[in-house]
């Protein structure tokens, strides 16, 4: 049973350009969050897709957009990209059910690096 | 991860028992999380606790959670080489996001 796969594993960008990642949840999951790790820091929530919507958002600019498709995958697209973008960003995906202990089961990551 | 607090660093000796602490500060929070991160790789879920609880135990995992303090931990038995990683403590208020702390280095030395 294939856990949460994410690609591309590695990806250089230029400052300005655009970029989009891709995240395929794991067997059973219908809810892709995704979250940015910056070198010795913690994740950070950007946001959350359930029923292929938005649910919640953490404190990340318009520039981080997702997208989450009947098939429950998920894109992370990101914008006019900085060198402050650089970060590994995660995808974890989960079940909603009325008992959400059932956790959360991350991707290896997406390591972006923006020069 | 700015509501969530964890010392940066630790170091162990092999067959000892590792305790990593972390300090949280919403007492609304349902769910806490260990996870570990070892490099390269993404997050893996250790355990959990349920805030109605004081402590769990998984195999050599044990975590104790003060709901007065705010204050959960987490401790290792009989440490091995391969628990050099990265720890992070993680609360959840909902099923929306987690929010994490820094992450505590575990060094295992032999």
């Known amino acids: 049973d294939a856990g949460v796969t994410q690609s591309p594993t590695h990806l250089i960008k230029t400052r300005g350009q655009q970029v989009t990642l891709r995240c395929s949840p794991k067997?059973?999951?219908?809810?892709v969050s995704w979250y940015q790790q910056a070198l010795g820091q913690g994740p950070q929530f950007i946001f959350q897709?359930?029923?292929?919507?938005?649910?919640q958002r953490g404190n990340f600019p318009d520039r981080f957009s997702g997208h989450q498709f009947p098939n429950y995958s998920s894109e992370l697209n990101v914008n006019a990209l900085l060198l402050g973008d650089s970060a590994l960003y995660l995808c974890?995906?989960?079940?909603?059910?009325?008992?959400?202990?059932?956790?959360?089961?991350f991707g290896s990551g997406t390591r972006l690096t923006v020069v | 991860g700015e509501d969530v607090e964890q010392s940066l660093f630790l170091s162990v000796r092999e067959g000892d028992s590792s305790v990593i602490n972390c300090t949280y500060t919403?007492?609304?929070?349902?769910?806490l999380y260990w996870y570990k991160q070892e490099p390269g790789a993404g997050l893996q879920l250790l355990t959990y606790i349920f805030s109605n609880m004081d402590m769990k135990q998984d195999q050599r995992l044990t975590v104790l959670l003060n709901k007065k303090d705010k204050h959960l931990s987490l401790r290792i038995a009989d440490t091995q080489t391969g628990d050099s990683a990265i720890y992070f403590c993680?609360?959840?208020?909902?099923?929306?996001?987690?929010?994490f702390g820094a992450g505590t280095t575990v060094t295992v030395r032999a």
């Open positions: 974890a995906s989960s079940r909603k059910t009325a008992n959400y202990n059932y956790g959360y089961t």
């Open positions: 897709y359930y029923e292929e919507e938005e649910r």
């Open positions: 067997s059973g999951h219908d809810t």
């Open positions: 919403d007492s609304s929070s349902t769910y």
């Open positions: 993680a609360e959840s208020m909902n099923d929306y996001k987690l929010s």
